[in-house]
């Protein structure tokens, strides 16, 4: 089953929708499925006197408050509809995460038919029951939740017409960058067990690593931030990869999906089956042996090619007669034998 791979571009356009229609072209020329963006109005986000978490202090202008921060990243309706239209003709799925009501209400009247929950909502009620009433697939993040904060999430967003099997929910770190040994990916198969929904992974790790291991591991969907360059001011750039890697991170997914991809059966493929003869050994005499020669283990060794009697099976040999006597080097054959 092909990975769906969603290439968040989020804020990273810094309210610039040059740098957003350049980011739709990175997204689609790397072969990602969806390009994603963020849908939100500042006032309704958050306090105007909100103070920055401490990376969007580190990554992004430090005389701003979070509010001013987002407000210079938000994208009207008017260049939603525009970038939506732009990403289609780039042959890319466009998809937003909405932070409030009524986002989610303009993403669907737009034809968006798939919810992607950010994790920042996996504990806003009002919200939960309007994607339920939508009735799309979703995605859901899970950055800072626990297992009983999912399932009452579930809960509310299957309580209409969504069920179980139109979900998939992400396991995610809400540090950016995650450091490694937080990312616990084992969670993601703990979510999985526990609800029986299809899962995935949201990532903020630096480099491709982790993603990769988690298609390994069975991951339906990857979202992974992505950036112009990295060192663009604003919240997300430092965390996020750069055209040429998310390239790179696509390119090794479709291949991890290849090599996963198997019967599970173990036995050679087609493609080893030709080198058998080349790397298996045969029984060859490492010393001359003369006629009625009783065989003995130390009589042969095993040598490239395999193309004669296998060395598995000298104990049947052991103890019969040559025919006639053989030089050295010479690849025994049934007809030599008693």
Do not use: W
């Amino acid at each position: 089953m092909k990975t769906t791979i969603i290439a968040e571009a989020g804020v990273n356009h810094n309210g610039s929708m040059t740098f957003a229609k350049l980011l739709i072209d990175k997204a689609a020329a790397a072969g990602a499925d969806y390009v994603k963006f963020q849908t939100f109005k500042a006032e309704r986000l958050v306090l105007k006197t909100a103070e920055k978490a401490e990376y969007q202090i580190r990554n992004s202008n430090s005389k701003e408050n979070q509010f001013e921060m987002l407000k210079e990243l938000e994208i009207s309706e008017e260049n939603h509809t525009y970038l939506k239209e732009y990403a289609e003709n780039k042959k890319i799925k466009f998809l937003s995460s909405a932070f409030d009501i009524e986002g989610l209400d303009y993403l669907n009247s737009l034809g968006i038919p798939l919810v992607k929950i950010p994790s920042g909502e996996i504990t806003n009620l009002p919200y939960l029951k309007k994607v339920a009433k939508i009735g799309n697939p979703v995605i859901l993040s899970t950055g800072m939740a626990n297992i009983p904060e999912i399932k009452e999430a579930l809960k509310v967003i299957v309580s209409e017409s969504i069920s179980l099997d139109q979900v998939t929910v992400l396991h995610c770190n809400s540090e950016y960058p995650t450091p490694f040994e937080d990312v616990n990916l084992k969670a993601m198969l703990s979510i999985r067990d526990e609800f029986g929904v299809d899962v995935g992974y949201s990532d903020h790790t630096l480099g491709i690593e982790v993603p990769i291991a988690a298609v390994a591991l069975g991951a339906k969907v990857i979202e992974k931030h992505f950036t112009l360059d990295r060192k663009m001011d604003g919240p997300d750039h430092s965390s996020s990869l750069e055209p040429k890697e998310l390239k790179n991170m696509v390119f090794s997914i479709r291949n991890i999906e290849k090599a996963i991809n198997g019967t599970g059966v173990k036995m050679a493929s087609s493609s080893e089956e030709k080198n058998k003869v080349i790397v298996r050994k045969s029984l060859y005499s490492n010393k001359a042996l003369k006629k009625n020669h009783i065989i003995s283990e130390n009589d042969f060794e095993g040598l490239r090619p395999g193309d004669g009697i296998s060395p598995m099976s000298i104990n049947e040999l052991i103890g019969k007669k040559l025919i006639n006597g053989i030089p050295i080097y010479h690849k025994l054959n049934l007809k030599d034998i008693k």
